[in-house]
């Protein structure tokens, strides 16, 4: 497996608590990506990063923000939980400097959230 | 904008049987595809690129402009290739974004 690992693994909360999940690769790839897995919907990217301090709204951002104050590290704060992020959150990576590898993403073990 | 469509939630077949998971997609400009796999408890990972044209673990998938799919095909299908699939889509350009389908979870009976 690349080296990204994501933190925690498994979360409980409850409505209107923050929430902040931690993605860490130790690949120095470029980008970086959250991703929300639901059924039926499959994976949809919530925020994306291709630089420190760059970022950008994916499809589904709402009620999520992101940093990046280093390469390695890309959080994802849910400022006020709701039950609907309820969800399996994966972070993912991508560009190394091998030019066939530049756009596969690699991805992290997941971040089960549950709002109650 | 963008969509990647798997029109099966599931799909079950007996081993040694041929398999497709269908894609198709919907894009404007010239797509790169890409099908993902995820074996239960493993991580998402990718399994084949189109413009790679290659085979692995004898998946095979086939751009088809005209129809704007890419289903992924294998003529006979094992065991261990029970797992989720996703479809997914780079239109990305610069930002290698992903658009993904919604997934067909592949069962393969003894």
């Known amino acids: 497996d690349a080296g990204i690992t994501q933190s925690p693994r498994h979360k409980v909360t409850e409505t209107g608590t923050p929430v902040t999940l931690r993605c860490h690769q130790t690949e120095n790839h470029r980008y970086m990506y959250w991703y929300r897995q639901d059924p039926g919907h499959g994976l949809r990217l919530i925020h994306y990063s291709y630089g420190v301090k760059d970022t950008d709204k994916g499809e589904v951002s709402d009620g999520y923000s992101v940093s990046r104050s280093k390469t390695e590290d890309f959080l994802l704060t849910l400022e006020s939980a709701t039950s609907s992020q309820t969800s399996v959150y994966f972070c993912a990576i991508s560009e190394s400097l091998r030019t066939e590898h530049n756009n596969e993403q690699f991805f992290g073990p997941g971040t089960r959230l549950t709002v109650l | 904008a963008q969509r990647v469509t798997q029109p099966e939630k599931l799909l079950s077949v007996f081993k040694g049987a041929p398999v497709e998971l269908k894609c198709n997609y919907s894009?404007?400009?010239?797509?790169?595809l890409f099908w993902y796999v995820q074996y239960s408890r493993q991580r998402l990972q990718l399994l084949l690129r189109?413009?790679s044209r290659e085979s692995i673990k004898g998946f095979t998938a086939d751009l088809n402009k005209g129809e704007t799919s890419f289903h992924l095909k294998k003529p006979f299908a094992q065991e261990e290739d029970s797992a989720m699939y996703y479809c997914a889509l780079d239109s990305s350009g610069s930002a290698r974004q992903l658009t993904f389908g919604s997934g067909t979870q592949l069962t393969v009976l003894p």
């Open positions: 189109h413009i």
């Open positions: 894009y404007s400009g010239s797509p790169e």
